[in-house]
């Protein structure tokens, strides 16, 4: 009787543990099976180097947004590309990859989606347009969002309530 009221907390103890490292696995906001489709080594620098020869493949592409401006049938972001990290989050401690141009069919909100606010976005690459960045003309690759995610800012982000960790603290 007594070992299998042990093995009972031991099993209890162990699901516990598995809860909690379940917890801490790092998660993206795309599903799995986006990240299995996409091939996340193609860059915006690429796309414009063999312009054609890319149309139409599923990228992961995330960055800082230049400008946002909303047209007649979608919305258009302009964005500074950054590699992205194991959740899909821009890491802009890294180099930028150049710039690219996500099309939106419907409407979203300015406001939201202003300059500096990051963006992840999975899409597929529809061509290369050239435009101005001040005077000198830029090729930028245009994507077509199939799916969006806004990242939230420093000041809206809000930690979960419990925390887990061993330390030492002290309070001056």
Known sequence: MKNTRSIGIRAAA???ALGVLAGC???????????ERVDRSVTP???????????????????Q???SRNLNNGTE?????????????????????GRFIALQAGYLETADYAPNRQITIYGQVSGVRQAQVGEASYPYPVVQIQ?????PTASTYRY????????VGIGL
């Open 160 to 167: 979960p309530p419990v925390h887990f960790g061993v330390g």
């Open 77 to 97: 972001l302009t964005v500074l590309a950054y590699p992205l990290d194991s959740r899909g989050r821009p890491d802009t401690d890294q180099a930028a990859q």
């Open 25 to 35: 696995a790092t998660t993206t906001p795309f599903g799995k099976g986006v990240l």
């Open 45 to 63: 620098a690429q796309v414009v180097s063999t312009p054609g020869a890319l149309q139409g493949r599923e990228v992961l592409w995330g960055g």
């Open 147 to 151: 799916q969006i995610h806004l990242w």
């Open 14 to 16: 162990l699901s516990l």
């Open 65 to 67: 947004i230049i400008s």
